[in-house]
């Protein structure tokens, strides 16, 4: 693991990009328990996750431009293709070949690496917006289940809080969102008692202004129990 781990690292200095990611795939394979390594595999396939939505994006625009709705199109075996909606369900494919990888390394390494929130939280985020991009509440319960993990990891990992929360609102099941949104109201209160008083950074004082926004609006706010 190790010696592919350098090996990488030789073909990035390289500037060869495509056998970096495989060097230090295959490390990871073989052996997901240094989080320092894994997390580095990690970004780097988010990196790519993120630069083929925006290469996405890109083509919608100029879909939309000619009068296109790229919503709606999907691949006819009967019908030829245009050249510029070919392009675009390519890189679509592209981007769902990327998040099933993604996907997977993070879901062995998760089971390689137990008991870590942030892992937990990560490989949930990740199927949250899959979900949010085409709607699949399968992706949603998986993120719930990562993000459950995560809060009997670490009782006090708000972000898991928030998160559950809004996937639930997302599968209309408002008493379950409301009951992690009031959970996470609970641990922003007393967290920093034990966690100290930098467990409160603005992005937590963002979220807890978000959480009570939610709580107004599925009319919670205010009751008890």
Known sequence: ????????????????????????????????????????????????????????????????????DASSLTRDEDEPLDEQVEAYLNILDKLEARYDECF???????????????????TAHLQFLRAEEDGDEVKYTDAIAYLKKAIATDSSHLESYRLIAIAYERLDQKELA?????????????????????????????MHEEALSHLERLGALNETG
């Open 1 to 68: 693991m190790r010696a592919l781990y350098r090996l990488s690292h030789i073909y990035k200095d390289a500037g060869l990009q495509y056998e970096y990611i495989h060097a230090l795939t295959t490390a990871v394979e073989l052996f997901a328990g240094d989080i320092n390594i894994t997390y580095e595999l990690l970004n780097e396939l988010i990196e790519g996750i993120n630069v083929t939505r925006n290469l996405a994006s890109q083509q919608r625009i100029i879909l939309s431009q000619n009068g296109i």
């Open 178 to 206: 409301t009951r992690f949104w009031r959970l996470f109201e609970v641990i922003y209160e007393i967290a920093p008692e034990v966690r100290g008083e930098g467990f409160i950074t603005p992005d937590r004082e963002s």
């Open 104 to 122: 997977r390394i993070l879901r062995n390494a998760c089971w390689q690496i137990p008991y870590n929130p942030d892992l937990y939280y990560r």
